[in-house]
């Protein structure tokens, strides 16, 4: 924890890029067309889709964190990366709404 923020968890960077994104449209496609109770789930924003890349990527390295401070962590990082990931991310999201 730094010195300055003894609040705010350091946030860990997952050992492998975020960029391209490892998760693909394929897979997105099986998640979010797979029906709950007879209804399609909500489909997924950028930032949702990229969560989900955090995620895993953090279990791969098997570092994490509880719920509340991984939420925390994806969005400092979210927040961080160039215009140039975040834009990938987005372009996952509209290419899955332009499949429903």
């Keep these: 924890m730094n010195a300055s923020n003894h609040n705010r ?14 998760i693909t ?3 997105l496609i099986i998640i979010y067309k797979t029906r709950v109770n007879g209804k399609l789930p ?11 890349a955090y995620r895993q990527r953090l279990i791969a390295d098997n570092n994490l964190p509880p719920t509340h ?3 925390y962590m994806a969005s400092i990082s979210y ?7 975040k834009n990938a991310y987005v372009n ?5 709404r332009s499949e429903r």
């Design 9 to 22: 968890p350091d946030i860990i960077i997952p050992s492998q890029p975020l960029f391209p994104p490892p």
């Design 79 to 85: 927040e961080r990366e160039p215009t140039y990931v």
């Design 69 to 71: 401070i991984f939420s």
């Design 92 to 96: 996952l999201s509209s290419q899955l």
């Design 25 to 27: 449209q394929d897979q």
């Design 42 to 52: 909500r489909l997924p924003t950028a930032f949702i889709i990229y969560k989900t």
